[in-house]
């Protein structure tokens, strides 16, 4: 009786044995099982840890908890996408100033920009549109209608010099760089040296 109780206890110590998984393998286990933060908390050094921060991260994107991926979860291909997430989520918001300050390497800062140099060129506001974005359509348009304007108070000069002299801070300006008034301010310019144009002759 003795020796057969031997054998069971000894056959039972063996299946315990083999059913003992080592703890990448329990890791491995729960990680198929989608329970990353177990995984995470548990078995941080695991090679299945790693896996499961960037399926967890990847979930919390989907469910669009950004701030929580970009906070926590910085080390991961994810962080950048929630921040490009975030960042349109607040432009859709109106919060054009936190996007260009605190997201400007998303395509949301550049639309940001474009709202709200639109925003100062709709509200009459031109100076600070070109000055403050003067990349942006709206910023270009508002450089173009001041250089315009400009380039004609520059015409109504009587005196040649006061013209001249005018003209050529005209086209030395940044403001108006790149401007049809600014080539036309060189035509003018380029008359009053004296020069022939083409087709003048």
């Known amino acids: ?53 960037e399926a967890l991260a990847t979930k919390l994107l989907k469910d669009g908890a950004y ?41 949301a800062a550049i639309k940001a920009r474009e709202l709200a140099a639109q925003a ?13 974005y003067p990349q942006t359509p709206a910023g270009s348009r508002a450089r173009d209608e001041l250089a315009r304007a400009e380039f004609e108070r520059i015409m109504t000069y009587k005196s040649p010099e006061e ?8 086209v030395t300006s940044s403001v108006y760089a790149g401007t049809g008034p600014s080539a036309q301010a060189q035509i003018e310019l380029a008359k009053l040296d004296g020069l022939k144009l083409p087709g003048n002759y």
């Open 1 to 53: 009786m003795r020796p057969r109780l031997t054998h069971i206890i000894t056959l039972l110590s063996l299946l315990l044995l083999l059913g003992c998984a080592t703890p990448a393998e329990r890791a491995e286990n729960l990680y198929k099982e989608g329970k990353f933060e177990e995984v995470m908390s548990r078995y941080p050094q695991a090679p299945a840890a790693q896996k499961a921060k």
């Open 67 to 107: 701030e929580r991926v970009m906070t926590e979860f910085k080390d991961t291909p994810m962080a950048f996408e929630a921040r490009v997430r975030y960042a349109e989520k607040i432009l859709a918001e109106g919060k054009f100033e936190e996007v260009m300050q605190k997201y400007d390497d998303t395509p």
């Open 120 to 132: 100062l060129y709709d509200a009459g506001r031109i100076t600070e549109a070109a000055r403050e």
């Open 163 to 170: 013209r001249r002299k005018a003209l050529e801070d005209f």
